[in-house]
């Protein structure tokens, strides 16, 4: 992973850290969506880098770069990378890559295969700008219902400037290109996490699963939340999440 430079991202610090997480948001999400997990975890001894992933080509840059500085800051401590959504996809094939970089790999509600979609016009219309404008935004089909069942959280996405709902047809595609390398990957060399939410609005946990048994790692777990929507880091009962990523992340660590 090659680095060019300083890069802007959040720090939620620990004095003494036990383990470095670095967090890796989804589609239309921003690094202020951690807040609930990394306070959490600061609580507990460990220190969480973020930063804002706008673009799809930047993801993997911005991710090497992020982890640059957080091993310079936190010599010799284990790192995890953590990715939700479409951010999971990326964090998988960034650990498949460069495996000897992260101590473990956290994937909450994996965007391997999408359950809404544009309309067929809408396809069309994506299609075509590939050819004459591919920097041509088009919206999002979700909403911030889909994402969580706590109805403060929901008011405030929707107030959240940095929320955004609409993407290049140039991103589309590279994202689509991202969940097909994702689901023929199988050699992956750090110990692996899933966790899935039981009713999820946006992906399917199904194509998840499939994915996670294909994995030829020994030491994988996929855990799954019965009721729970899409996004696990900011859903009611979100703590319950916490507490196995913490008892997984724990037991690596003592490894």
């Known amino acids: 992973m090659s680095e060019n430079g300083p890069i802007d991202y959040r720090q939620w610090a620990y ?6 997480f670095l967090l890796v948001h989804g589609l239309g999400a921003h690094a202020g969506r951690w807040d609930f997990l990394v306070d959490f975890f600061a609580t507990r001894g460990f220190i969480s880098y973020a930063a804002d992933l706008r673009d799809f080509r930047d993801y993997y840059n911005k991710i090497a770069r992020l982890r640059g500085s957080a091993a310079k800051d936190n010599p010799g401590k284990p790192i995890f990378l953590i990715g939700e959504s479409f951010g999971a996809i990326v964090s998988l ?3 498949s890559r460069e495996p000897d970089l992260f101590n473990g790999l956290i994937c909450i509600s994996p965007a391997f295969a999408n359950r809404v979609r544009p309309a067929p016009i809408e396809q069309l219309k994506i299609a075509a700008s590939l050819f004459y404008n591919p920097n041509k935004q088009f919206k ?5 219902s889909m994402c969580t069942r706590d109805t403060d959280y929901i008011k405030k996405m929707d107030e959240d400037s940095r929320e955004y709902r609409t993407v290049s047809s140039r991103s589309i595609l590279d994202i689509l290109l991202a969940q097909a390398r994702s689901r023929g990957l199988k050699d992956i060399k750090p110990p692996v996490l899933f966790l899935l939410a039981g009713e999820d609005k946006l992906v399917d946990p199904a194509a998840a699963r499939k994915i996670f048994n294909g994995l030829e790692v020994k030491d994988k777990t996929l855990i799954e939340f019965p009721g729970m929507y899409h996004s696990l880091s900011i859903e009611l009962g979100k703590e319950k999440v916490f507490v196995e990523m913490l008892k997984w992340v724990e037991q690596r660590i003592a490894t």
């Open 15 to 20: 004095l003494s850290p036990g383990a470095v």
């Open 93 to 95: 094939l960034t650990a």
């Open 140 to 144: 999002l089909p979700f909403d911030s």
